[in-house]
C-alpha cells in the first residue's frame, strides 16, 4: 500500500503520498471524481504504473475501504530525476454509499389544431386551435445497483419523486384519439458504467414524460 511522505524523495519502491496530493469532485449528476500524486523510483515507470494503478484497480486498495467504489481510469507520469517518477493517477465512481438523485423537470408549450369541439371553460364551439403543456422529468443518479430494463414503460418506477400534472383539456373533443400507456411513462433508460475491480458503478439517467389519456384526433 502506497504511504504518505511529505519532504523526502522516495527510498524505495513503494508509492509516497505527496503532500496535498489528493482532490475530489463531488457530482450531483455524474460519476464523482478524484485525482490522487504520488512518487516512486522505478526503472519501469510503464509497467509500475500499470501494477499499482492501472484501471479498474478499486481506490480501496491504495486509501482504504472508505474509497472501494472509486476505481482508477487514468494516469499520468512524469519523471522528476533519474529514476524517480511522480504519477497522478484520476479515479472516477462513487465517493458515497449511494449519491442522491438529482431530478430536471421541463415544461413545455405544445400547439394542437384539430377536430370539432368545445373550447375548454367556455360554450364556444367549432375547429380547435390551441396549446397544452408537455410535462417531462429527468432524473440522474450513480449507484451500484443496475436499474430494471425488463419493464413497460407505464411500469418503470421513477427513481424520485414525480411532480404534479396538469388536468387535461381535451375530455370535450369530439374526434378523439385514446393514448395507450398514458399517465407518467418512461421514455427513455441510459446506463453509463465503470467496471471496476470487485465492483461496477452505474451512471443512470432516466427520463419520464406525462401522457394524456385523450388526445385530439
Request: aromatic share 12%; charged share 10%.
Amino acid at each position: 500500500m502506497p504511504t504518505s511522505n511529505h519532504t523526502h524523495w522516495p527510498s524505495g519502491t513503494t508509492p509516497i503520498l505527496a503532500e496535498n496530493g489528493i482532490r475530489f469532485s463531488v457530482s450531483e449528476s455524474g460519476f464523482d471524481t478524484m485525482t490522487m500524486k504520488y512518487y516512486a523510483r522505478t526503472d519501469t515507470p510503464i509497467a509500475y504504473a500499470k501494477t499499482n494503478f492501472d484501471v479498474g484497480i478499486s481506490v480501496g486498495t491504495v486509501l482504504g475501504v472508505a474509497y472501494a467504489n472509486m476505481f482508477f481510469n487514468g494516469v499520468s507520469i512524469n519523471q522528476d530525476g533519474s529514476n524517480i517518477y511522480s504519477f497522478e493517477a484520476q479515479a472516477a465512481g462513487l465517493l458515497n454509499a449511494s449519491q442522491p438523485v438529482k431530478r430536471t423537470v421541463s415544461s413545455k408549450i405544445q400547439s394542437y389544431k384539430t377536430g370539432l369541439g368545445t373550447v375548454p371553460g367556455t360554450s364556444n364551439t367549432g375547429e380547435i386551435q390551441g396549446q397544452y403543456i408537455n410535462l417531462s422529468c429527468t432524473f440522474h443518479q450513480v449507484t451500484t445497483s443496475f436499474p430494471n430494463t425488463a419493464t413497460r414503460p407505464e411500469n418503470a418506477t421513477p427513481l424520485g419523486t414525480l411532480p404534479s400534472p396538469p388536468s387535461n383539456p381535451f375530455t370535450s373533443i369530439t374526434t378523439p384519439i385514446y393514448n395507450f400507456p398514458y399517465g407518467w411513462i418512461q421514455d427513455g433508460l441510459e446506463v453509463e458504467t465503470i467496471n471496476g475491480a470487485g465492483a461496477t458503478i452505474y451512471l443512470v439517467k432516466q427520463s419520464m414524460v406525462y401522457i394524456y389519456s385523450v388526445m385530439p384526433g
